[in-house]
């Protein structure tokens, strides 16, 4: 069974400071990785991919990825109060041949 | 350039009943997946359509069941509802190229089953 795990929260971060929000995978063979950002009611929306070991940097995200560790984290960097919202963890075993397999998402708030 | 589109944004239906929600991929997309995201989880996928054929499916009852037609658009159907069913369901479309598969979400149709 594929399993994706992800602290629920709240996560409560201040304004300017770094979010860092984690993740957990269980299958070993998984090939590829994505973070979601959800805000209610709304439909999840790609914020970023990320495929081989190491740092993906987007504007202010950065992806970190550690297959050894099956870790995937998300860092945002100057935090704003419209980045408050669910953070979704998605993985994929690559080539299109599955669907994601999703956490249940970190539900992140940025105090003004 | 059109994104994934999803009708009806709402739709409330009873116990027993069946339901088809509809999905149009982003245009140049030729897979579609559809997830079903209950309140406060993740969502969990159901199948996957490439080339009118279900490639995959997720740990769903035969009660779900799919179509996509030529032009890539998809249908989802659900036969004999239950008050469990009642949750948002989300399209995915993408392009199944180099081995990636970046997924990207309609606006979804909330299903309320009374």
């Known amino acids: 069974q594929k399993e994706v795990e992800q602290n629920s929260g709240p996560l409560s971060v201040p304004e300017g400071a770094i979010a860092s929000l984690n993740c957990t995978y269980s299958d070993r063979g998984s090939q590829s990785f994505f973070w979601y950002r959800q805000y209610s009611g709304k439909s999840p929306e790609l914020i970023m991919s990320i495929y081989s070991n190491g740092d993906k940097e987007d504007g202010r995200f950065t992806a970190q990825l550690n297959k050894a560790s099956q870790y995937v984290s998300l860092l945002i960097r100057d935090s704003q109060p419209s980045d408050s919202a669910t953070y979704l963890c998605?993985?994929?075993?690559?080539?299109?041949?599955?669907?994601?397999?999703f956490g249940k998402g970190t539900h992140l708030i940025i105090q003004p | 350039d059109a994104g994934v589109t999803q009708s009806p944004t709402h739709l409330i239906k009873t116990r027993g009943q069946q339901v088809t929600l509809r999905c149009s991929p982003k245009?140049?997309?030729?897979?579609v997946s559809w997830y079903q995201q209950a309140l406060g989880q993740g969502p969990q996928f159901i199948f996957q359509y490439y080339e009118e054929e279900e490639r995959q499916r997720g740990n769903f009852p035969d009660r779900f069941s799919g179509h996509q037609f030529p032009n890539y658009s998809s249908e989802l159907n659900v036969n004999a509802l239950l008050l469990g069913d009642s949750a948002l369901y989300l399209c995915?479309?993408?392009?199944?190229?180099?081995?990636?598969?970046?997924?990207?979400f309609g606006p979804g149709t909330r299903l309320t089953v009374l």
């Open positions: 995915a479309s993408s392009l199944i190229t180099g081995g990636t598969d970046t997924q990207y």
């Open positions: 245009s140049g997309h030729d897979t």
């Open positions: 998605a993985v994929n075993a690559g080539g299109g041949a599955d669907g994601l397999t």
